[in-house]
């Protein structure tokens, strides 16, 4: 059993409880947050002078599974770059775009961040995600299902069955134990399967008969009705397409009415919009939709987004978005790899170099940014650089400056091809972030979004993740954002359920997290009839036999469940 | 210059990965400082002192600093590799990875060199005047780039995969070559003196970048086509400075040479030339 | 009498997953489902057992055997970790692991069968699928230089030729499959068209096709021995697929030209891209050599030929691979681990390998285990010990255990385990 803990005398910064830099103590017992920790045995962690913070909970990333794997595979040139040797407490591995599997782990509890969610999960695959989460030490982990172009959802969607949807939803979360319904570009992937895409809402996905919308808004509505403790978790159609921002409020729109499950305002979660938010008709006149789709978020609180916040360097992009893919690489010429997956999904990697010299990427660094600065409620958008496609995850310390720092903007923006002038807002835009408002759209508000209630915050019955960063919030000002930039890069600890995992920015304990994921009961005649249409489809189309379908629980070491109640007809 | 002389003494089975033998590691230190630079074997690390006498003398600036390394090191990896400047003279045999990534200097291996001799180099000059191996001048795995500059000199046969992903730069082969040479070539020269094998050019983007063969070819792929002959001036202009500049007399019988001109590898739209001189 | 149903096969890459073991007591009495090869492995993997650990072919106890091996391996300066393609993924993780305590170098198979395959992923990407959508869509399947008759018993049943798919409800009659190869083999028979190519002439044969594809107008009268108007008609045929895969084998990979074939076969599919869908798939041999592959790489970010001896992941095949560190006679000890290299690898190979002390961890007496310094009996993964494989396209299952090993027998994992912890204590890691 691991001993009390005490942190001590820092500013303390938890959004959800109202604590905006109140010095106080923090007391850890048990793996959770107490009131107070008696008697003499407890350890203390000298946070004076410094932040304290929940730990770091980042809501889009992609850290395991066949996806990053082939991203690994695909780029030795990337890993020789960035190598880290094995220590008396770490096993060695390598760094950058890719990390291999420790290293992931290592890297986000050296920042702070204590919970990842690996952000697309083929079912198919979902064993192999989940061998790799497991060899991710100390983070707790999630997996999304990507359920937007699986053939269950398409014909149950054709059909109109939406009790059949839900049912399918619940089983598949338990079958991939996955914590989220992800959806990439609806219907564009199975059309991919052709070699085609859809390119609009109204598109039809081939032989199925439905739409981009029907897909949609049947599986937020089925998600809302399941009562699952996230929304829908959507790459939106026509991604990295200039004037996409239509799209993306146009799938907005659609979702409007959709009732949300109780406990919360929104019902969809935009990933990584900053590629969904390009305005122009091509890449030659492409310009910044940023403020348009802020003035939508902004009216509308059913709405969540994160950033995917572009950095200017060399890495890896990966998404199960395989037409996208394809488009990427023929226009950099760079090496292309498509991974289809039966029946559910598909995927595609391809290197690509952000550089401050081309005036799209240029434009797309500020629309990352202009969505965090325009957006008013820091609930509502969420630090992410989409890992390793808008740029690797050790990156974060530099998106953190550029929020609470105008001056870092400016000083980047200098350094930028003109457009980013002519063509983004940003120049004026002089909001600044607060402390509070970074621990809110870094671990505060992610954590809400998901659902976790014991996470992102410091009130009693909270998982005992605290992070402690070396900046004195008393004498910072935006003036001294490299200092930022370095406090954030290597926190002075990491505790992780009540054990300090990093010291001074280095890993002194690698326990393995949890891995949460959503139990949700369906009712016996429902289940039934679902079980019938899953074991003729199986033996009919799929290559293995559903038996050996379902994740087993030997996969789960650390599994932890949490139960949704769905509301059934 | 200021001479460093290193001579082997009792090299192990297991390959001595030893970058520090290079001009900009040594520069600025003294004997004693040099001779117990890391070098590993295997899993230990051993000290440079332990397998070569160090001798000599030792300048303040890597440009002022000439290594010999006074025997053969064919076990001995990385000798050269990452130089900026200086030069390093091997009086003998190169293990793998001789000069490779370097971007300055001369390099100079009177033996010859095993794989990956050169790789990725981006500006300097190395000479070999023996055979060099496979992947010379080449790209490491996965990268989309391998020499962007400077010149290899290679006055023996070269192995397969000569300047694989070449973009700029040189590459002069006295003798001949093995198949797949400027394989995705992209940008730069190769020049064969001796018999090219089959396949040279594969996949080649072009940009720029040519392979003249001067001694004759085994065969063209079928994805190149031949365009026309013709003596093109800038092959004059090359052929004299191969003689002048790098001491290649042999180059002096092609100034009035016509060559074959091949276009592609047009499976990749490519628009690299393959020049093949006339007997 | 027990029977279990839905047995994933733990013998090639396709890891059939249908397969009906019966038990009785401890021995398997019957096979369903499974290809002859499967089912005499599952019926005699009884047969020809390593007894006991040895040590210097003298019987020993477990402890014993497993202090010889970390004692070996932990005085060596250059140890060898070689195998794993015929074990789960619990055990390559492990193996892993040792490599990295021992400052060691881990290496699979697929350094002798598909590691072209994976240089040329590494150069130029590749299109690729799970075998389901070969079932339910592909109308175009060509296999170039892979034999699935001989290799892949069940391939053409299951995944490519014969099965009724979603957008094939013909099955075999809605598919036209081709045959690439150098000699004639009983594809032949299987196939719609049977290509002949002259040895050592894919590689011309594949930048052909691909420059057709791009609309090159082709002048030679034939290219590697194959007519321009049979080139012509492929093309049609490719491009005209609804959507068409290749599976590729060793034909491709170890013939003249090797990753460059691979290379150019990627190349020419994601050309094919431009105009209809089309993807590629390697004809992954041993069963888990995909998983040894995927494990190798989350946890190194390399996939085979990973050197730790500067105490971090580095990566060359040519130079970190098995032979090549054998035949120049670099390696001082190796372990091998479900895997026989004294009888598949070059001559050069083996003859250091007989000189250098060798542990290897296998179930039955081998080449390999004959001249092994140690000899270790383990437990055969996926009969009689659970854990993870991957099939050729990259899916996971779980392997099962339908009987009990003898007693005394364990895992690959847990030996490799056992051996570990003594590695780590003879180098005062422990605490």
């Given amino acids: 059993m691991m001993g009390d803990l005490i942190v001590k005398g820092g500013y303390v910064y938890d959004p959800l409880n109202g604590v905006k830099g109140d010095k106080m103590d923090v007391f850890l017992s048990g793996g959770k947050v107490v009131e107070e920790v008696k ?8 946070a004076s002078g410094k932040v304290v913070m929940a730990g770091g909970v980042d809501i889009h990333s992609h850290i395991a599974g066949s996806k990053i794997n082939i991203g690994r595979l695909l780029r030795p040139e990337d890993h020789r770059k960035d190598v880290v040797p094995r220590t008396r407490y770490t096993r060695s591995g390598v760094g950058y775009s890719c990390p291999s599997t420790f290293v992931t782990g290592y890297r986000y509890a050296q920042m702070g961040y204590t919970s990842v969610m690996e952000a697309a999960m083929p079912p198919l695959g979902a064993r192999h995600v989940h061998e790799e989460l497991n060899d991710i030490p100390i983070i707790d982990k999630a997996g999304f299902t990507l359920l937007g172009n699986n053939h269950f959802t398409l014909k149950y969607v ?115 919009a900053q590629f969904n938010a390009l305005d122009g008709e091509n890449w030659m006149n492409v310009k910044s939709g940023a403020s348009k ?45 498509n991974s289809d997956v039966e029946m559910e999904a598909g995927a595609g990697v391809v290197p690509y170099t952000f550089k401050k010299d081309n005036p799209a990427n240029a434009i ?125 890069a290597k926190a002075a600890y990491t505790i992780k359920g009540g054990e300090v995992v990093v010291k001074d920015g280095e890993v002194v304990a690698t326990p393995l997290g949890a891995t949460h994921w959503v139990k949700s009961e369906v009712p016996e005649a429902l289940e039934t009839e679902l079980m019938k249409d899953l074991e003729a489809d199986f033996r009919d189309y799929y290559t293995i036999n559903l038996a050996n379908y379902p994740v087993e629980d030997a996969y789960l070491p650390t599994g932890r469940p949490m139960t949704a109640e769905g509301r059934w007809r | 210059m200021k001479e460093l002389w290193l001579t082997p003494t009792a090299l192990p089975s297991i390959p001595v990965e030893a970058e520090v033998i290079c001009p900009d590691v040594v520069a600025g230190r003294t004997l004693k400082d040099v001779s117990s630079l890391e070098v590993y074997v ?75 001799a050169g790789a990725e180099m981006s500006g300097g000059l190395l000479r070999i005047q023996d055979d060099s191996r496979n992947m010379t001048g080449g790209a490491y795995r996965g990268s989309p780039e391998g020499m962007t500059g400077g010149c290899i000199v290679v006055e023996g046969d070269a192995g397969v995969e000569l300047g694989s992903f070449m973009r700029r730069g040189m590459i002069v082969v006295k003798g001949d070559v093995a198949p797949f040479c400027g394989v995705h070539m992209n940008g730069g020269e190769i020049f064969i003196m001796g018999q090219a094998a089959r396949r040279l050019g594969a996949e080649a983007k072009g940009n720029g970048g040519f392979i003249a063969c001067l001694g004759g070819v085994d065969e063209i792929l079928p994805t190149y086509v031949h365009e026309t002959t013709y003596k093109p001036t800038f092959m004059k202009l090359y052929m004299r400075q191969l003689r002048d500049v790098l001491g290649l007399e042999e180059a002096a019988r092609f100034l009035e040479t016509p060559f074959r001109r091949y276009v592609g590898d047009l499976a990749v739209g490519g628009n690299c030339e393959i020049l093949v001189a006339e007997k | 009498m027990v029977v279990h149903s839905d047995v994933v096969c733990p013998f090639c890459g396709c890891l059939c997953d249908d397969l009906e073991v019966t038990v009785e007591g401890d021995e398997i009495v019957g096979v369903k489902n499974a290809c002859a090869i499967s089912r005499s492995k599952f019926m005699n993997h009884g047969e020809n057992r390593l007894q006991e650990p040895a040590i210097d072919g003298k019987k020993a106890s477990l402890e014993k055997a497993i202090e010889e091996a970390a004692g070996i391996l932990a005085d060596a300066k250059r140890p060898l970790v070689y195998g794993l393609s015929s074990t789960d993924c619990g055990a390559i993780g492990r193996a892993v692991e040792l490599a990295e305590v021992l400052g060691g170098v881990v290496d699979n198979t697929s350094s002798v069968c598909h590691g072209p395959t994976i240089l040329a992923l590494q150069q130029v990407g590749e299109s690729k699928t799970t075998l389901g959508e070969v079932k339910n869509r592909a109308d175009l399947v060509v296999f170039w230089g892979s034999n699935p008759t001989e290799s892949h018993l069940r391939h053409l049943i299951r995944y490519s030729a014969m099965p009724k798919g979603m957008y094939v409800p013909e099955g075999r009659k809605g598919r036209y499959i081709v045959a690439v190869d150098v000699r004639t083999t009983r594809m ?90 089309f993807l590629l798939t390697p004809m992954r041999g041993h069963y888990n050599v995909a998983g040894a592959n995927s494990v190798t790489t989350w946890q190194t970010g390399y996939p085979y030929a990973v050197d730790f001896a500067r105490g971090y992941p580095r990566y060359n095949p040519g130079e970190y691979t098995s032979v090549d560190l054998l035949a120049k006679e670099e390696a001082d000890a190796a372990i091998v681990i479900a895997s026989d290299p004294a009888a598949t690898f070059p001559a050069e190979a083996v003859r250091h390998l007989a000189k250098i002390p060798v542990v290897t961890l296998d179930q039955k007496v081998t080449p390999t285990t004959m001249l092994s310094r140690v000899a270790i009996p383990v437990a055969t993964a996926g009969v009689e010990a659970e854990g993870t494989a991957y099939r050729m396209d990259g899916v996971a299952l779980r392997l099962s255990k339908v009987v009990e090993p003898e007693d005394g027998l364990l895992s690959d994992e847990a030996v490799l385990e056992a051996i570990i912890e003594r590695v780590r204590a003879l180098k005062g890691e422990v605490g």
């Fill in chain 3, 188 to 277: 032949e028979r299987v196939a719609d068209e049977f290509v002949k190519v002259d040895q050592g002439g894919d590689f011309e044969l594949l930048l052909v096709l691909r420059a057709a594809v791009r609309g090159v107008k082709i002048k030679a009268e034939s290219v590697s021995g194959v007519p321009r108007e049979t080139i012509m008609e492929l093309v049609r045929r490719m491009k005209g697929a609804k959507m068409g895969i290749i599976f590729f084998g060793l034909g491709l990979t170890q013939s003249d030209g090797r990753h460059m074939n691979i290379d150019a076969a990627v190349g020419l599919v994601t050309e094919l891209n431009h105009h209809t869908k």
């Fill in chain 2, 42 to 116: 295997g899993n230990k690390t051993h000290i440079l002192g332990e397998f070569f006498e160090v001798e000599g003398e030792l300048a303040e600036q890597a440009s002022e600093q000439m290594i010999v390394v006074d025997g053969t090191c064919q076990t001995v990896k990385y000798i050269g590799a990452k130089m900026t400047a200086g030069s390093v003279h091997v009086k003998g045999c190169a293990g793998m990875h001789a000069g490779s990534q370097m971007s300055g200097g001369e390099m100079l291996v009177e033996g010859n060199t095993r794989d990956w």
């Fill in chain 1, 364 to 488: 797309q660094w500020a629309i990352g940014l202009e969505l965090a600065l325009l957006v008013y409620d820091p609930w509502r958008v969420y630090m992410t650089t989409d890992h390793p496609n808008g740029g690797p995850m050790i990156y974060y310390p530099k998106v953190i400056s550029w929020l609470m720092s105008r001056k870092a903007r400016t000083d980047t923006m200098l350094e930028l091809n003109k457009s980013v002038m002519r063509r983004t807002t940003l120049a004026n835009i002089y909001r600044e972030y607060d402390f509070n408002e970074l621990a809110t759209v870094t671990r505060a508000a992610t954590a809400k979004a998901l659902g976790m209630d014991h996470k992102g915050h410091l009130g009693t019955g909270a998982d005992a993740d605290v992070s402690v960063y070396d900046i004195d919030p008393s004498t910072w000002r935006p003036s001294m954002y490299k200092e930022l930039e370095k406090a954030f």
């Fill in chain 1, 293 to 337: 789709l802020a003035k939508y978020v902004n009216a509308n609180e059913n709405v969540t987004l994160d950033l995917g916040q572009v950095i200017f360097t060399d890495t890896t992009t990966m998404t199960g978005d395989g037409p996208w893919q394809f488009r990427l690489h023929n226009m950099t010429g760079n090496k292309w790899v």
């Fill in chain 1, 158 to 272: 054709k059909e109109g069955d939406m009790e059949g949807l839900k049912a399918f939803v619940a089983w598949m979360l338990w079958a991939t134990r996955g914590y989220a319904v992800k959806i990439v570009n609806p219907g564009g992937v199975e059309n991919w399967k052709w070699g085609r895409n859809v390119g609009g809402l109204d598109d039809l996905v081939y032989n199925y008969e439905v739409s981009p919308r029907q897909i949609v808004t049947s599986l937020a509505r089925a998600n809302e009705e399941l009562g699952l403790p996230h929304t829908i978790h959507l790459h939106c159609n026509n991604l990295g397409v200039p004037g996409n921002y239509e799209t993306t409020i146009e799938t907005l729109e659609a979702v409007k009415g959709i009732k949300a499950a109780e406990g919360r305002e929104a019902n969809v979660h935009i990933v990584h």
């Fill in chain 1, 39 to 46: 008697g003499r045995d407890a350890k203390t962690v000298d």
